[in-house]
């Protein structure tokens, strides 16, 4: 079996403001591989985000280890994390952050020719991410020209696009209807069957319903956590 696609170990991050700090993250540890998808909740200023930012290396722990596909973050300069941030993790807001002035497929191509892939094979690579959530059709329309659900999806294949395995979504579905939500989550949860693993914070039970297990996060600790259902031996005392 391959390794985790995101393994954070024992991951503190305080922030320093004048005389005083916060602990947003305290002796953090989780491991998602390929083919899960792990849902965070937790209360408004918990440290959901700063865990995020810290998985995705947007944000640097004070302690303790991020590895993505078995890469320590903490032994790479600045440039180095900057160009696994771009190879190896997509990520999805709430607010889609597409380009406004390119197309679905330009926004999806976009981060294979930062990653120095010619214009013809981004282009084709991004057309067949898009048709994997279901936009084929889209691929010469605008934002604007795009519902909501449709622009999250783009986000989605944008974030998956040319073999990256982790996608790391913050309220995806915030700004969409509950119905528009599960037509994103269900394309979400098809990525992650085909082989990524992806780390969803919401805040709706309802929607941590499309992950293998939630982790609930409290004062930057996580304070629970649904059993993880990949092997129901465990569950009844086997081994495997
Ligand atoms: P959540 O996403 O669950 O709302 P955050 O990760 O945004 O929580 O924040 C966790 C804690 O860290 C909060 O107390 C917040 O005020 C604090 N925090 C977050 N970012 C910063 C920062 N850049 N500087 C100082 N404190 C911060």
Do not use: C
């Amino acid at each position: 079996m391959s390794g985790p696609v995101l393994r954070l170990t024992d991951v503190e991050r305080v922030y320093q403001a004048g005389e005083v700090s916060v602990r947003a993250l305290a002796g953090v540890s989780l491991s998602v591989r390929p083919g899960e998808l792990v849902a965070v909740m937790g209360p408004s200023g918990s440290g959901k985000s700063t865990l995020l930012a810290v998985a995705g290396g947007l944000d640097t722990p004070t302690a303790g280890s991020v590895e993505v596909e078995g890469v320590q973050l903490g032994g790479l300069d600045p440039t180095a994390v900057a160009h696994l941030r771009r190879d190896r993790i997509g990520y999805v807001f709430q607010d889609y952050n597409l380009v406004t002035d390119l197309t679905a497929a330009e926004n999806v191509a976009l981060p294979l020719e930062l990653a120095g892939a010619g214009v013809r094979s981004a282009r084709s690579a991004a057309v067949a991410a898009l048709d994997e959530v279901g936009l084929a059709a889209e691929a010469d329309r605008f934002p604007d020209q795009l519902s909501g659900g449709q622009q999250q999806r783009v986000a989605i294949a944008r974030a998956l696009v040319g073999g990256r395995r982790l996608v790391l979504a913050d309220e995806p579905t915030g700004a969409l209807d509950s119905q528009t939500s599960i037509a994103v989550l269900k394309v979400l949860r098809a990525r992650i069957d085909a082989g990524a693993a992806g780390v969803l914070v919401t805040h709706e039970a309802r929607y941590a319903g499309w992950a293998d297990r939630t982790i609930f996060v409290r004062d930057g600790r996580l304070v629970d956590a649904t059993p993880e259902r990949d092997d129901p031996r465990r569950l009844l005392g086997e081994s495997s």
